[in-house]
């Protein structure tokens, strides 16, 4: 039995896969007429209509008015995508435009990026998101302390792979720029390469300034770990605004806004995607945990080097969306990404 709340018939399969792909071809509710002209099925417009009807009961498909023929719900989208679908794969032609796109790319991570939203944006006609690949733990790699006036103090601190965090901190006492330079050298050299733990467990080897510092820098290491994702790059957006569901303003504008909503797909990207590097996941219709994305669709996998560093890729469209296109593309742009995080971050 394949994916959904009831079994089908190999005919009933047929006819909602072909439903499907009419109504992504052309957002238009699809009649039996149709499906019979158009594809040969060896059947009368009745059978179809009848086999249409159980379809509907069983929640696969609606009719959005009474003299109208049926579109996908959620659920019908949920049973082709992940029953019904099977492999589906790029054009040759389309793998080489783009892994030449990428070879004539600068040797830099986020142009990496960048151009990796702009291939996906462009491949499966719809938005693309794609965070920058991040450490799989945050690890720390030089501390400075600038003393800036009275009791106050700048705290810049280097994680592994580049990133600079800093805050401001007001000691007990104020405390000279040679102390403050000593103490962050015994820290740098004492914490190099450890995580928020690690850090910790070093604390009670340095004097009550650099315990009170290397608590501080814990707490930032933890805090950079509980982002999950990095930078969000985005692209597409006029692909998404062009679709006919979103032709009326108010629905252009929901659309809009979700699109700018940089905290909510960020949310999405880290609770949907699963530790696995490589594979492609589907959220339709927000899946009943985000009621925002209810109009749309999420095709999503996570790319990266497992031990060096990871970072998330998806496209989001109308649950209307060319599924079998923005699988391929999807899985195709992480595995090109994974190589190249690789070759970066283990070289």
Request: glycine share 8%; charged share 20%.
């Amino acid at each position: 039995m394949t994916a959904g709340s009831t079994a089908l018939s190999e005919r009933q399969e047929t006819i909602l896969a072909l439903i499907i792909h009419e109504f992504i071809e052309h957002a238009e509710p699809v009649g039996s007429k149709r499906l019979v002209e158009r594809y040969g099925l060896g059947v009368s417009s009745a059978t179809v209509r009848n086999e249409m009807t159980v379809l509907t009961e069983a929640g696969y498909l609606r009719q959005p008015h009474t003299s109208a023929g049926r579109v996908p719900t959620e659920q019908g989208y949920r049973y082709f995508v992940r029953g019904l679908l099977g492999e589906t794969d790029l054009p040759a032609e389309e793998k080489r435009l783009i892994r030449h796109q990428f070879h004539q790319a600068p040797e830099d991570m986020e142009e990496w990026v960048r151009l990796a939203a702009s291939v996906l944006a462009h491949h499966s006609r719809v938005a693309s998101l794609v965070t920058a690949p991040r450490p799989d733990r945050t690890a720390f790699k030089h501390l400075e302390l600038i003393a800036t006036q009275s009791r106050q103090v700048l705290l810049v601190l280097v994680l592994e792979g580049g990133e600079v965090r800093q805050q401001m901190l007001t000691l007990a006492e104020p405390v000279d720029q040679s102390r403050l330079r000593q103490t962050a050298e015994q820290i740098t050299r004492a914490c190099a390469g450890q995580d928020a733990s690690g850090v910790l467990a070093q604390a009670a080897r340095f004097g009550v300034l650099g315990q009170d510092i290397a608590r501080l820098v814990a707490e930032v290491l933890e805090r950079a770990d509980e982002l999950s994702t990095g930078h969000l790059y985005r692209d597409g957006l006029s692909n998404v605004l062009a679709q006919p569901e979103f032709a009326d303003s108010e629905r252009g504008r929901s659309a809009l806004h979700l699109l700018e909503e940089h905290s909510l797909l960020e949310e999405v990207l880290a609770k949907a995607l699963s530790p696995s590097i490589g594979g492609v996941q589907v959220v339709i219709g927000g899946e009943g945990a985000w009621e925002e994305l209810r109009d749309y669709s999420m095709v999503l996998a996570r790319y990266g080097a497992a031990g060096y560093a990871t970072g998330a890729l998806a496209v989001l469209g109308p649950t209307r969306m060319a599924y079998g296109r923005s699988i391929s593309a999807v899985r195709y742009v992480a595995g090109l990404m994974s190589n190249l995080v690789l070759e970066a971050f283990a070289a």
